[in-house]
């Protein structure tokens, strides 16, 4: 499905349905808008390990502009500010109310500076191994030269400088790399997550050359009033558990969870517990599938 919204096209899907029967009445189900990291990946990130929150609530997964099956535009119309406002269109376009939003890595960032943009727009917020500053890298850094080999550590600026060449590049760096990501290193599980999105190198190296060195929402996240679950991860090396720990600290009305086995992903490696963790933020009861 297809939205052209703020002069572009983009995908969005849609799990779960919005009313369902409960006797006499059709009830009414929360929606949870799920963006996901990057820049360059695309909303099969969270496939299929979100969609058993679908029995309880709606969930909208869009692919951000410029990435996945979305519309290939101008990078430098793909600042975090245009992000957020693609996901305020989409939500007015699609005739919801107020939602949740689970912003994960990179996605964070967008969901972040949405809610400093769109406070009203917003139930609540949940903010998945993601940070608050440009100061992320130089924590990933630091963790990294604890795990990394050498030949790793010498190849990880090329990413998240935005000095990727081509999509050969791209390939070697995340066949060397993605295993970083993983605190248990599952290679079916590495292989189907890391070959299922849509590449975009253009927006990759754009973002992370030119947008994420400006990137520090810390001065806003005082204001917000919003509920707002923050996971971390134990074994995250991009966003450390560092990361995770200055949002709550500086966003008021939040909870902090904290994953203890999994890397970059908690919603993968401890799938359950996760989304048992969500549920409970959210309010809604309800067994596992």
């Known amino acids: ?34 963006i996901h990291g990057g820049p360059g990946s695309d909303h099969s990130d969270f496939k299929p390990w979100l969609t058993p929150l679908a029995d309880h609530m709606q969930i909208v997964y869009l692919d951000q502009r410029c990435n996945g099956q979305s519309e290939r535009v101008d990078p430098a119309t793909c600042t975090l500010e245009q992000l957020a406002d693609d996901i305020e269109a989409l939500r007015v376009y699609l005739g919801f109310d107020r939602i949740n939003l689970l912003g994960h890595s990179f996605g ?49 600026p090329e990413l998240f400088e935005g000095r990727i060449e081509d999509e050969e590049h791209a390939i070697r760096w ?47 996240l005082p204001a917000f009033t919003m509920p707002t679950l923050i996971v971390g991860a134990k074994y995250d090396w991009i966003t450390p ?11 008021p009305n939040s909870e902090l969870v904290i994953f203890e086995h999994s890397g970059h992903s908690p919603y993968v490696e401890e799938n359950e517990a996760f989304l048992k963790r969500v549920l409970a933020f959210l309010n809604i009861e309800g067994e596992q599938q």
């Open 108 to 156: 964070g960032f967008v969901s972040q500076v949405f809610a400093s943009r769109y406070p009203d727009s917003l139930d609540k917020l949940l903010l998945v191994d993601t940070a608050p500053s440009k100061e992320f890298y130089p924590a990933a850094l630091e963790f990294a030269s604890h795990i990394a080999t050498p030949e790793q550590m010498a190849m990880i």
């Open 174 to 220: 995340w066949d060397l790399n993605y295993d970083l990501y993983f605190h248990v290193k599952d290679e079916k599980i590495m292989r189907e997550t890391g070959n299922r999105p849509i590449g975009s190198m253009e927006v990759a190296n754009y973002t992370f050359k030119h947008l994420i060195p400006q990137y520090d929402v810390r001065d806003k």
């Open 1 to 34: 499905m297809f939205a052209s919204i703020n002069g572009t096209r983009l995908y969005f899907d849609i799990e779960g349905s919005a009313y369902v029967p409960q006797g006499e009445k059709m009830v009414k189900r929360p929606v949870l808008f799920a």
């Open 241 to 251: 558990v560092s990361q995770a720990e200055e949002m709550h600290r500086l966003i």
